[in-house]
């Protein structure tokens, strides 16, 4: 089992910045599809966007392009996720999740972590 834990939440003004970092732990596989996903009350979970850990390329959700940046550290199997410029629909639980396969064509991602909150005011 891979177990994923967030942290790095918290509450920011309009225009503040806030990184996110996701561990892995537990049994590991040398690559993985791992994405960060944004769920809001009342609302789907969103994919914000993802990145196959071996040649690290991300690809965005259009709502976050040229804000958001996602990063992975092979190193600390950490996943990272930067956000400037952050807007009030930016608000809600981000979730890492990680799929344990060749690529990130039609991941299925079967880890989750627990989420970590993101509250950002005008």
């Known amino acids: 089992q891979v177990q994923l834990q967030e942290s790095g939440g918290g509450s920011v003004q309009a225009g503040g910045s806030l990184t996110l970092s996701c561990v892995a732990s537990?049994?590991?596989?040398?690559?993985?599809?791992m994405a960060w996903f944004r769920q809001t009350p009342g609302a789907r979970r969103d994919e914000v966007g993802h990145i196959y850990t071996s040649y690290g390329s991300a690809t965005y959700s259009d709502s976050v392009k040229g804000r958001f940046t996602m990063s992975h550290d092979r190193a600390k199997s950490t996943l990272y996720l930067q956000m400037n410029d952050l807007k009030p629909e930016d608000t809600g639980i981000y979730y890492c999740?990680?799929?344990?396969?060749?690529?990130?064509?039609?991941?299925?991602?079967?880890?989750w972590g627990q989420g970590t909150q993101v509250t950002v005011s005008s």
């Open positions: 999740a990680a799929a344990a396969q060749g690529s990130c064509d039609s991941p299925d991602y079967g880890y």
């Open positions: 537990g049994r590991t596989y040398s690559s993985y599809c």
